[in-house]
């Protein structure tokens, strides 16, 4: 699962795209997003210090667990459970796009700041349907030429 943050500019706060898959949302964009979150697999140890544990609710003499070092796996890729975080939105190409597609995402954030990121940065004129039911047409973004 792909993690986008697209930082704050002064103007507009930071929010977070969520995707199942990078290329899915950036098949829409002129210039590509990248995962916040790529990074390698990382092992990691942790001391552990001496410390009393209770065998049961009722131990009024709890035993001395001696200190120790742990080894951890940190993985910035890891994911629990299915459910996807924040507000689901779908970007679909309107019918004056050459290319019929559509792709479901959510994210984390303001819808205004959303919208005033994406318009301008598409490759085809494209509808944001958003949770609540509204729609937003972004327009395509500029070529170099103009």
Do not use: C
């Amino acid at each position: 699962m792909a993690k986008i943050i697209i930082p704050e500019d002064g103007v507009r706060s930071d929010f977070t795209i969520y995707a199942r898959d990078l290329r899915a949302i950036n098949w829409f964009l002129k210039t590509p997003l990248a995962d916040s979150e790529q990074g390698e697999k990382t092992r990691k140890s942790k001391f552990i210090p001496l410390h009393p544990r209770r065998r049961g609710p009722s131990d009024q003499t709890p035993i001395n667990i001696p200190q120790s070092n742990a080894d951890y796996l940190v993985d910035p890729s890891l994911k629990s459970g299915n459910a996807l975080p924040g507000v689901s939105f779908i970007f679909k190409t309107t019918p004056n796009a050459d290319i019929e597609a559509q792709r479901q995402f959510t994210f984390v954030g303001r819808t205004l700041d959303f919208v005033e990121y994406f318009d301008g940065k598409m490759k085809y004129e494209t509808y944001v349907y958003f949770a609540n039911g509204a729609r937003h047409t972004l327009a395509l973004g500029l070529d170099a030429n103009g």
